[in-house]
């Protein structure tokens, strides 16, 4: 870890506002992109009208995955702004542009009364919520790791848990409402008001990151801007990228299992209780958030790869094992689904640290996003869909454990390639200039 000049080795309390402020932010926005798919049946009533209602609910879910596919190319777009004029000016336009459209899409009239102009309104919010995806995460963890750079790993962990806490959000609005309203009403107007809610607290969050400072390696670094950051990341750190993929891979496609396939799955497959699965979901994202936490704490002080070779080590030994638990159809998912999460802890705790660290400074925000969406859409996108394929080619119903079991092993392969000492972001500043 390193130290500034004064010899101290933590952060001042501008820096861990700043942290916290940029993380914020990062919460919000996943508020705003999930909270589509938990409404996805009362939106597909409302703008996709069909005889059909699975048809319906098809095409809602096929906007849903619109802002999954956005997101590399909103990456690309918004990096290159980012490493060029600066992590801040990204970080405001995104932020703005995400609530504005979260709050339209609560505030859009239904198909009954802009007929196709509804329809298609509603897609291009969600298309742009998507680019906007793209570039926020991968400028939170550039942001943090270059304005926290005395503790990065700790940083990283706040933003992811931050992420965390925005999903577990959008999961108890989405409890509140099904308690206070009848059926009817949340079909009719219940839905939007969770969206006008993301919307009012993003644009709150909008109006406190203007106070953000730009980080001082890219303020140190700005007359050295590569001119084509993407271009550049893809003619000289195409190892770096592929890398960066690999460091991704058990997080991306762990948490595209749990909260995208686990809740349907453990549902329609092996017949849960759909409150108990509620539930214990969200025992289980505040279980992960706990954990990778702490896991980011140490990754500041022990090597980071060292902690995701525990978690790839752990899962590679035991989701065999406990999706034969839960197939059985009588697991206590209060105790499982917990255990799981806090077994990919050290995964979610240490890849945004290692992956930063894998790109220069001029480059860093474009390399980090390449990297990260890339492996999420791949993954997190495409992962619930062959965990289907999977249960239905064998007829074996713990089979999406295999998924986690190699994406585990991928993050193993990955972490012992590594070099062994911590990415020192602020160190290799002056190499990297």
Wanted: glycine residues 10%.
């Amino acid at each position: 870890m390193t130290q500034d000049a004064a010899g101290g080795s933590d952060l001042t309390r501008r820096q861990w506002m700043m942290t916290v402020l940029a993380s914020l932010g990062g919460g919000l926005e996943y508020y705003d992109f999930i909270v589509y798919g938990i409404f996805a049946k009362d939106i597909a009533a409302a703008f996709f009208p069909a005889s059909d209602p699975v048809a319906s609910l098809t095409l809602s879910l096929a906007v849903f995955a619109v802002g999954y596919l956005a997101r590399p190319l909103g990456g690309m777009v918004l990096s290159h702004f980012g490493d060029r004029s600066g992590r801040k000016t990204v970080f405001v336009v995104t932020v703005f542009t995400m609530s504005a459209c979260t709050l339209g899409m609560g505030l859009v009239p239904p198909y009954a009364s802009w007929g196709v102009a509804a329809t298609l309104l509603l897609v291009t919010l969600r298309f742009v919520q998507g680019l906007c995806i793209g570039g926020e995460l991968p400028g939170a963890i550039t942001f943090v790791v270059e304005t926290a750079a005395l503790r990065p790993g700790f940083a990283c962990g706040i933003v992811f848990c931050l992420v965390n806490s925005g999903v577990l959000l959008a999961a108890l609005v989405n409890l509140a409402l099904q308690s206070w309203l009848p059926p009817a009403a949340m079909a009719d107007y219940g839905w939007r008001i969770a969206f006008v809610l993301g919307g009012v607290l993003g644009l709150v969050s909008f109006w406190l990151r203007r106070t953000l400072e730009e980080t001082p390696e890219f303020l140190r670094l700005r007359h050295m801007a590569a001119r084509s950051p993407v271009g550049e990341v893809l003619r000289l750190h195409r190892r770096a990228v592929l890398t960066g993929i690999g460091i991704v891979a058990l997080t991306a496609g762990f948490n595209g299992l749990l909260f995208a396939h686990m809740p349907a799955y453990l549902g329609q497959v092996l017949h849960y209780e759909r409150q108990t699965i509620a539930l214990a979901m969200n025992v289980a994202l505040l279980a992960m958030s706990a954990s990778l936490l702490a896991a980011s704490w140490f990754a500041d002080r022990i090597p980071p790869r060292r902690l995701m070779q525990a978690s790839a080590l752990l899962l590679l030994v035991a989701v065999l094992p406990i999706y034969q638990v839960l197939a059985r159809g009588n697991a206590n998912l209060f105790l499982v689904l917990p255990l799981l999460t806090v077994a990919v802890a050290g995964a979610n705790g240490s890849f945004a640290y290692l992956l930063a660290g894998l790109f220069p400074t001029r480059v860093r925000f474009s390399g980090v996003a390449l990297s990260l969406n890339l492996g999420f859409t791949l993954l997190s996108g495409l992962g619930p869909l062959a965990a289907n394929a999977l249960v239905g080619a064998t007829g074996w119903l713990a089979a999406p454990g295999l998924l986690i079991a190699a994406v585990a092993l991928v993050g193993l392969l990955t972490a012992w390639r590594l070099g062994d000492r911590p990415a020192e972001i602020a160190a290799a500043v002056p190499a990297s200039g």
